[in-house]
């Protein structure tokens, strides 16, 4: 396995507590680009497809939408995919063959009453990444599917839902969130993690409760590269955390915006707002 650490010592540590962020995700997965071997970039790929299924769902829906950045592909390659697997049941193409069998499927289906194409492409991707031949790669992509499954399965629960109507895949813990009338679903003894979740999903505000999941990740990655300092498996790793920085300090400003929004139109519909602050029905400073 190959080391990194000209690449892992010129990064900046960082925490989940309010860090600015000096790489984003864009330059970060550049460096990477240009530091990595041919092998290890294949690895990082997983991190980056889920992106690219996003944006294949998009252009089956839409032809002209705008993509979403940081994915492997390119429109052209979106594109593609999408004209391969119309034109021949043979998936022996440089794409991902699970991202064929989507579009056909999509093709047959994206009409059916209840089909939601988005959920279909996210258990093939977490079915082809957890097979990914890293086992630390595997591991984070089955983690994050476990932790949708439970959380779904407990908010499905809270309100009376069929759970088996949201859990996605048929793998173990699927199974049991399924059947199971258990208060951890018969899981908790096997599965440490399930207690974590549960405490989580008693969280009533949203974004704490984001928050909450997302420590959660960040502390697994910790613990699974504690003494894995240079490897692929940190870089991985700190593309994770990267990403969870960034999307915090996105919605952040956004939340921001919402809140300065708010209050122009609080004070718009004031009766007491100075004339200083009105020209011409536009506020100004």
């Known amino acids: 396995m190959s080391k990194y650490y000209g690449l892992l010592t010129g990064l900046p540590d960082i925490t989940l507590q309010g860090n600015k962020l000096v790489y984003t995700i864009k330059t970060l997965k550049e460096e990477c ?33 705008k993509l979403l950045p940081n994915g492997n592909y390119t429109p052209e390659d979106i594109s593609e995919i999408i004209t391969l697997a119309r034109e021949s049941e043979n998936n022996n193409s440089k794409y991902p063959a699970f991202m064929l069998d989507f579009v056909r499927s999509y093709d047959l289906m994206h009409e059916t009453e209840g089909y939601i194409a988005e959920d279909q492409v996210s258990l093939l991707f977490y079915q082809y990444a ?90 697994w990655l910790d613990d699974r590269t504690f003494d894995d300092f240079f490897s692929i498996n940190a870089l991985f790793a700190y593309i994770c955390k990267t990403d969870m920085l960034e999307r915090w300090e996105r919605l952040d400003i956004e939340h921001g915006k919402a809140t300065f929004t708010q209050i122009i139109e609080n004070l718009r519909s004031s009766a007491e707002v100075p004339a200083d602050f009105k020209v011409g029905g536009v506020m100004t400073k």
């Open 130 to 219: 957890m097979k990914c031949s890293n086992k630390f790669i595997a591991d984070w992509f089955t983690l994050n599917f476990n932790i949708s499954n439970v959380l779904t399965a407990l908010l499905a629960r809270k309100y009376g839902w069929s759970v088996g109507d949201y859990v996605l895949g048929n793998d173990e813990i699927a199974d049991m969130l399924r059947i199971s009338k258990a208060k951890d679903f018969d899981l908790g003894k096997e599965y440490a993690f399930i207690d974590d979740l549960m405490k989580i999903a008693d969280e009533n505000d949203p974004v704490m409760k984001e928050k909450k999941i997302d420590a959660f990740k960040w502390q």
């Open 33 to 65: 680009e240009q530091s990595v071997t041919n092998a290890d970039k294949r690895m990082l790929a997983y991190y980056f497809l889920h992106v690219d299924c996003m944006n294949l769902v998009r252009v089956l829906k839409s032809s002209n939408s």
